[in-house]
């Protein structure tokens, strides 16, 4: 059994007034240009060197006596630290509680940190969970009676030390209503640890915004950052790091905000100087995994190109997205990028998202500085569960205009979707027991739909096709059977040699379809 390595707000750890500041003193001179300062110290008052703490615009690292000094700005707005890989993830209403908020003429903020048990950790398990995007009690009913014990189970199975972190839209503001203050606390208290199994660090996504709307012209960086005000005061910095083993950890706001209907991929240049800053402290050695919102996918828009040059320096480096609403893999200049189908699926409508995705997250196995291995977990479903098989030639909702069928249609053709696939995979067709063959991915070039979730929604749930029917999946391939009349398994073996197989072929009866009730 995995070790749950929690601690639990008893109070001296960051909450401000808690830590008895005038008991520890302040060994080194302040200097005069100094907006704020502090002392960090384990739990038996030893001064900790090199904790990187800073206020979202800059960064500093304590010196000898545990002593850091940062100049701030108008828009800081708490105080944090990057946590130690050495140290317990500090805990308040069971969640990360690794900052502190900014008082009006306050300068003094101190951190108290508990050292691991075992030491630093070899291996750990990183969960993933991408848009659970609650607009509404029911929403939050479904994410607390369907994605929460499904991650905690899987975190009571690990024999590894579990943390999660959310990819952002936690919440669901539109773009006249602001649901962040009744939401909020309610996905607070359905995220803590003794729920989830593990600490769940927080993102935001587009929708966790405010409703400040702006016109374009008149566009602010102060207008951006006020948009982030009700995140960050319920659940800490947009702009953050962490550390566990040998892994850097970051989270970054990146959307240019205007509105909830205009909005834009991008960092603003004082959060690539943030992430110099922050990235500065951390040995080229160390593997990156860096979490955002919306995904890069070596994208030209503002400064996203900047910020992979900083993350290029590094020997290793995944980036974790979610945003789409359904999964893919790219690898681009070294780098493997990971778009989360979302723990919502298709906005909560059913239990898949639009590309046929399983609503679910990821688990990502760490060992030293690289992944060693990793998965998506359908919420709901076993852990082997990686494919579902289609016969091609299926119209999917017959009578519905249009009808959704799959490109490759041909008479004894088979189509399997394979959610978490990327080049390495392997996907094999038995007939009868012997192997006959290799599927195929869809061409680039050809409509990549999976005809059954798009007849799902569009035709049973009447969604629109503008959003539900995904037209561009990466992760579709297809196969002419031997013996259109043989007994058909699919085997998948993904880049570490594990092998899911599925004999199941999903058919346009009810019985198959994804309904929720």
């Known amino acids: 059994m995995k070790r749950i390595i929690i601690t639990l707000a008893t109070a001296v750890l960051l909450l401000p007034g808690c830590a008895k500041e005038e008991e520890r003193p302040v060994k080194s001179t302040i200097a005069p240009e100094t907006d704020f300062y502090g002392v960090v110290t384990d739990n038996h008052g030893q001064p900790l060197e090199g904790v990187v703490v800073s206020d979202g615009h800059t960064c500093a690292a304590t010196d000898e006596n545990g002593v850091y000094q940062l100049t701030g700005n108008e828009f800081s707005y708490q105080v944090y630290l990057s946590l130690p890989s050495e140290y317990e993830v500090p805990m308040a209403e069971g969640l990360p509680r690794f900052w502190q908020q900014i008082d009006t003429g306050r300068k003094r903020y101190d951190f108290t940190l508990t050292p691991l048990a075992g030491g630093k950790e070899e291996s750990f398990n990183l969960y993933c969970v991408a848009d659970p995007q609650c607009q509404n009690d029911s929403h939050v009913a479904r994410f607390e009676q ?14 590894l030390p579990c943390y999660g972190i959310t990819l952002g839209d936690i919440g669901y503001n539109t773009g006249s209503t602001d649901y962040t203050n009744a939401v909020f606390p309610l996905m607070k208290r359905a995220m803590q640890a003794d729920k989830t199994g593990l600490p769940l660090f927080q993102l935001m996504g587009n929708h966790d915004n405010k409703v ?10 102060a207008h951006d950052i006020a948009a982030q005000r009700n995140f960050e005061y319920a659940f800490g910095p947009v702009n953050y790091s962490f550390n566990r083993g040998d892994v850097h950890i970051v989270a970054m706001d990146d959307m240019i905000f205007r509105s909830h209907d205009d909005y834009e991929l991008g960092f603003r240049d004082d959060q690539v100087e943030w992430l110099r800053q922050d990235l500065s402290f951390v040995p080229k050695e160390r593997a990156v995994i860096f979490c955002c919102h919306i995904p890069l996918r070596n994208s030209s828009s503002q400064n996203v190109q900047a910020v992979l040059g900083l993350l290029k320096e590094f020997a290793s480096v995944h980036i974790m997205t979610g945003h789409t609403h359904y999964a893919e893999n790219s690898i681009y200049d070294g780098i493997y990028e990971h778009v989360h189908g979302a723990v919502c699926g298709a906005w909560w409508y059913s239990t898949i998202n639009t590309d046929g995705t399983p609503n679910g997250y990821a688990i990502y196995r760490i060992e030293g500085s690289s992944i060693a291995s990793w998965l998506y977990k359908g919420t709901g479903m076993d ?13 999917y909702m017959e009578g519905f205009s249009p009808n959704y069928q799959f490109y490759y249609k041909e008479a004894g053709q088979i189509v399997a979707n394979v959610w978490n696939a990327d080049p390495e995979w392997k996907i094999e067709v038995y007939e009868n027991g012997a ?11 050809v409509t990549r739909r999976d005809a059954w979730a798009s007849g799902y929604h569009c035709g049973v749930l009447g969604r629109n096709p503008d959003n539900y029917d995904r037209k561009s999946t990466s992760h579709l391939y297809y196969y002419t059977l031997k013996n259109p009349a043989a007994e058909v398994e699919v085997r998948a073996t993904d880049r570490f040699g594990n092998v899911y197989t599925q004999s199941h072929i999903t058919t346009a009866s009810p019985a198959d379809y994804p309904s929720y009730e």
Do not use: C, H, W
């Open 146 to 159: 369907e994605t929460v014990p499904d991650i905690a189970a899987m975190a009571a199975a690990s024999e």
């Open 212 to 221: 400040i709307a702006v016109s374009k012209n008149n566009y602010t960086v």
């Open 383 to 395: 852990a082997g569960e990686q494919l579902r098989v289609y016969r091609a030639d299926v119209s």
């Open 435 to 445: 192997r006959t063959g290799e599927m195929l991915p869809f061409d680039s070039s």
